[in-house]
């Protein structure tokens, strides 16, 4: 049973528009998330992260929001650019200390 | 800093075969990982390490062993490979865990394709 779900394979969004990315998750033991991003033939590099102390963080363009008791959180990118067309996985953690990751999201951004 | 690097990029392996895969990351970091990526089925976790000298199972274990002799390598080991094991393998590290802060990152090598036919 998938523990971090990302429903969405896949999400078009038009330059300089806002492009949200969403994750669930069923284990109320994460206490902590991560966002990563991923181009074709490289490895995924670190985005952004939140504890589950925090309802938002913001960093440049990118902000993450948690919703603890609906176990959701987003990934907000304002405005969009043709760069971060990628591929973007949401991942949870806990005391364990290994990270669930989701099966991703591809972002798409047109010009 | 070259952060965590991967050899080889790319292998072919014929069935049964056998071949080791390297991390080497020059961070000072505890914890070494090892995932595979599968088209739709995102990051799995198949073996980690929290520190030299150790290693665990992760979520897809199988086929595979490990070894972490120097804390700045992780070594994943197909010992016979079959083409289920056909894959993008993705090294990672980290300080550890802070569940606390919640400002555990990995960092990620560039990945090795295995193809075994």
């Known amino acids: 049973d998938q523990q971090v779900k990302q429903n969405s394979p896949s999400l078009s969004v038009q330059e300089g528009r806002i492009s949200i990315l969403n994750c669930d998750y069923t284990?109320?033991?994460?206490?902590?998330f991560l966002w990563y991003k991923k181009y074709p033939a490289e490895g995924p590099t670190f985005l952004i992260s939140?504890?589950?102390?925090?309802d938002k963080n913001e960093d440049g363009r990118f902000t993450v929001f948690l919703n603890k008791s609906a176990k959701h959180l987003s990934l907000h990118i304002v405005p969009s650019q043709p760069g971060d067309s990628a591929v973007y996985f949401c991942?949870?953690?806990?005391?364990?200390?290994?990270?669930?990751f989701g099966k991703g999201t591809k972002l798409s951004v047109k010009p | 800093n070259a952060g965590v690097t991967q050899t080889p990029k790319f292998r072919v392996l014929k069935t049964g075969q056998s071949m080791t895969l390297l991390c080497a990351q020059d961070m000072n970091h505890e914890y070494m990982y090892w995932y595979r990526q599968d088209p739709g089925m995102g990051l799995r976790l198949i073996h980690y390490s929290v520190g030299e000298g150790t290693t665990a199972k992760g979520e897809v274990p199988d086929g595979y062993n490990v070894s972490r002799l120097k804390k700045q390598n992780f070594l994943l080991g197909l010992e016979s490979a079959a083409p289920s094991q056909t894959s993008v393998y993705f090294c990672?590290?980290?300080?550890?865990?802070?569940?606390?802060?919640?400002?555990?990152?990995?960092?990620f090598g560039p990945g090795t394709r295995l193809l075994v036919l």
């Open positions: 990672a590290s980290s300080y550890g865990f802070t569940s606390l802060t919640g400002q555990e990152t990995q960092y």
């Open positions: 939140i504890s589950s102390i925090k």
């Open positions: 991942a949870a953690g806990g005391s364990q200390g290994n990270l669930i």
């Open positions: 284990n109320s033991m994460f206490d902590y």
